[in-house]
Structure formats: structure tokens, C-alpha cells
């Protein structure tokens, strides 16, 4: 009998390994084998209470825990070193994996504050990059004001000493090329208010030294007047000795002997130096100032021109030297006229010298007028004075001015 209840045992159990064993993967195969060994061990467990063999059966299971006690006591002790070795191996890993969460926990903590060292240097960087460009700007500036406070001074010095195409230059480039670059700092508004007076300033000193050439040009002026009389003069001797060769005799114009007596036109005339002048031209016409200038210059010459005949003259035999003079400053100043209006017609119009011309006639007329009665009363100044008079016509013909005028006051006031 108990043979047969531990034989019962050992089937459960061996189905109860085999349900143990199949578990998950069996499925529902795994239900109806457990429930297989249910219905086996309510049949077994009422036998026994039938018979009263319930020690034997207690007995049984004892015996049967026991064995599998064994089983697992000494399946423990096959796998219970590397089951050591393994939790000796993961307290380890723990110990290291603490260690170096430690290490990444301070190597966070000094990336931390070296990223914050990083950012300061960086916003250090920035900010000192900054201050090297603010530096360099106002460095630029310096160099730049310098070589503004350098073209001033050069431009003084150049205006001081009459270099006036370089000044004009030098103002040119300041205008130009620092004004703009300059106009937002108050040094570059104030260089821009200064460059006006700079402009007059080297206006007024060119300006100067023509006027200083024009005052200068009265002795060149009567020195060319001299020259021009004197040639017509041997001019007019050689047209007599001309005509009283001719025994019949033939009027021929004054025009017509200025053709016949070219070739012996070989003296070289008085040079005039014009440089003060075009070079005064020049800079009023880069400053923008030429209508001005011309406006300033026609006054000028128009005042010089009254000077000269305003002179206080004596007809009188002995003193009949200084209307002379006058009669040769004019051909003097009409023939510089001639030559500023040769080289620069766009500066001087024939129109201009016209109206001075006839202004000029008009005053020789009048001095005449007011000493009419004295130069008829004299022959020897009347004969002297018309022989003047008529040397000056052809003169001022020669160089291609309206004589018609002079003509007249001669017959008016000689009767020939």
C-alpha cells in the first residue's frame, strides 16, 4: 500500500515537474495537464483518509520534500560559486558605475564652470574687440585730422608762398576727400565751415598779385606805348620819303601802307609777362568764381584806365611830354587788352575792349576839349600836337581799333 501511494506521489509529481517545465510556452496544454493532476490528487488524498493511511501518506511527502531538498541542495552547490562570483561582479559594477557617476557628477561641475570661464572670456573677447575697433576708428580719425591739420598748414604755407596751383590742389582734395569722411565729427563740420574762408583767402591772395601786376604793368605798359610810337613813327617817315618819290601823287589809306611796310615789321616787341593773371584766372575758375572775378577785373581795368586819363596836363611847348606819356600808357594798355583778349576771349570779349575804347575817346576828346583855345593859340604846340595825335591814330589802327573818332576830333581841332 505504500508502495502504491508513493508510486501516486511520484506521478504528480513527475506531471506537476512537467506542468512546472511547460509553464508559459505549453499553453493551454499546461491548464488541462494541471488540472489532470487536480482530479489524480483528490483521488489519492480520499483513498488515503479512506484506508487511514494518512502517516504513510505524510510519511511519503516527507520523504519525497526531503529528496527534492537534496535535488536543490545540491543544485545550489553546483551553480552557488559563479551565483558568488556574479553578485561579487555586480557589487563591483555598482562600486565602479558610483565612481564614475562621481567622476561624470565633478566633471559635469568642472565643464560647468568651465563653460562659464569660456563664456566670460568670450564676452571679454567680444568686448575687447570691440574696443580695439573703437580704437582703430579713432585711431583712423587722428590720422586723418593730422593729415587735414598737415594740407591746412601746408596750404598756408603754399598760399604764403604764391605756390597757388598747389594750394588750389591741396583745397581741392580737402574739399573732396575729408569733408565727406570727416562731416560727422564737429572737427570735420568745423574743417567744412573754414573751407569758404580758405577760398577767399587764396581768392584774395592771387587776386592780390594781379593787382600788384597791374599797378606793376604802367612802366611795361608805356614802355610798349614808346615802342609802338617810335616804329610808327620811322613807319611814317618812310611813307614821306615813299610819296615824295612820286611825282604825281596818289592818296593811299594808312591801311594799305601797313601792308606795303610788313617786311620791315622785324623788331621783336616789349614781352609782357600775363602769368599773374591766367594763373588768378585759373583759381577763380576752379573755386567757381570766374563771372565774379571778370565782374572784379572789368572794373579794374576800367579804373586804370580812368587813372591814366586823368592825368593833369599842360599845353604848353616845353611841357608837352607828360600828354605824350598818357597817349603812350593808352597804347600800353590796349595792347595788353589785345593780348587777353588773343589767349583768352572767353574771359574778355571784343565787346569789352570796345566799350573801354570808346570810353577812353571820349575822355581824350574832353581833355582837348577843355585846352581848345590854348592849343590854338600856339601853332608850335597845335603843329606838335596834331603830329602826336595823328601818330597815336595810326597806332591804334595798325592794332585793328575804330579810329573814325580820333579822325574827327583831329579835323575838329586842326582843320586837317
Not at 369 to 397: H, K, P
Not at 409 to 415: D, E, R, Y
Request: aromatic residues 8%; proline residues 2%.
Amino acid at each position: 500500500m505504500a508502495d502504491s501511494i508513493q508510486q501516486q506521489l511520484q506521478q504528480l509529481v513527475l506531471l506537476s515537474d512537467s506542468v512546472g517545465t511547460g509553464g508559459a510556452g505549453a499553453g493551454s496544454g499546461g491548464v488541462s495537464t494541471v488540472e489532470e493532476a487536480m482530479e489524480q490528487l483528490g483521488p489519492l488524498i480520499h483513498s488515503v483518509y479512506r484506508t487511514n493511511k494518512q502517516k504513510q501518506f505524510q510519511k511519503q511527502v516527507e520523504v519525497f520534500a526531503q529528496r527534492k531538498d537534496a535535488e536543490i541542495m545540491k543544485l545550489c552547490g553546483n551553480y552557488h560559486q559563479e551565483f558568488v562570483q556574479s553578485v561579487a561582479q555586480l557589487l563591483k559594477v555598482r562600486q565602479n558605475t558610483s565612481e564614475l557617476q562621481e567622476k561624470v557628477v565633478g566633471l559635469n561641475a568642472e565643464l560647468q564652470k568651465s563653460g562659464k570661464t569660456l563664456y566670460e572670456k568670450k564676452a571679454e573677447l567680444v568686448s575687447l574687440r570691440r574696443e580695439h575697433k573703437n580704437i582703430q576708428d579713432a585711431v583712423d580719425t587722428v590720422r586723418g585730422c593730422l593729415e587735414v591739420v598737415r594740407m591746412g598748414a601746408a596750404f598756408d604755407e603754399q598760399v604764403a608762398s604764391k605756390q597757388y596751383y598747389s594750394a588750389i590742389k591741396t583745397l581741392s582734395s580737402l574739399k573732396e576727400l575729408y569733408v565727406p569722411q570727416m562731416r560727422k565729427y564737429a572737427f570735420g563740420r568745423m574743417l567744412e565751415t573754414s573751407v569758404p574762408r580758405m577760398e577767399s583767402k587764396l581768392q584774395g591772395a592771387a587776386l592780390s598779385d594781379m593787382k600788384d601786376w597791374l599797378y606793376g604793368l604802367k612802366k611795361t605798359t608805356r614802355d610798349i606805348g614808346r615802342h609802338l610810337t617810335t616804329r610808327m613813327e620811322k613807319k611814317q617817315k618812310m611813307w614821306a620819303e615813299r610819296d615824295s618819290s612820286i611825282k604825281e601823287r596818289y592818296f593811299v589809306s594808312s591801311a594799305v601802307q601797313f601792308v606795303l611796310d610788313e617786311e620791315f615789321d622785324h623788331d621783336d616787341p616789349v614781352a609782357v609777362d600775363m602769368m599773374p593773371l591766367y594763373q588768378c584766372l585759373h583759381i577763380n575758375e576752379k573755386l567757381g568764381r570766374r563771372a565774379e572775378f571778370r565782374r572784379s577785373f572789368t572794373e579794374d581795368r576800367r579804373d586804370q584806365l580812368n587813372l591814366i586819363l586823368a592825368s593833369q596836363i599842360q599845353f604848353a611847348l616845353a611841357h608837352l611830354a607828360p600828354f605824350e606819356h598818357m597817349l603812350h600808357d593808352v597804347i600800353g594798355f590796349f595792347n595788353v587788352e589785345q593780348i587777353i583778349l588773343a589767349s583768352a576771349p572767353e574771359f574778355r570779349s571784343k565787346a569789352d575792349v570796345d566799350t573801354l575804347w570808346d570810353a577812353g575817346i571820349v575822355k581824350l576828346s574832353d581833355i582837348i576839349a577843355r585846352n581848345i583855345q590854348q592849343i590854338r593859340e600856339d601853332t608850335g604846340v597845335s603843329e606838335v600836337l596834331q603830329q602826336v595825335l595823328t601818330t597815336f591814330t595810326y597806332v591804334m589802327e595798325e592794332n585793328a581799333f575804330d579810329v573814325r573818332k580820333l579822325r574827327e576830333l583831329i579835323l575838329a581841332v586842326f582843320g586837317a
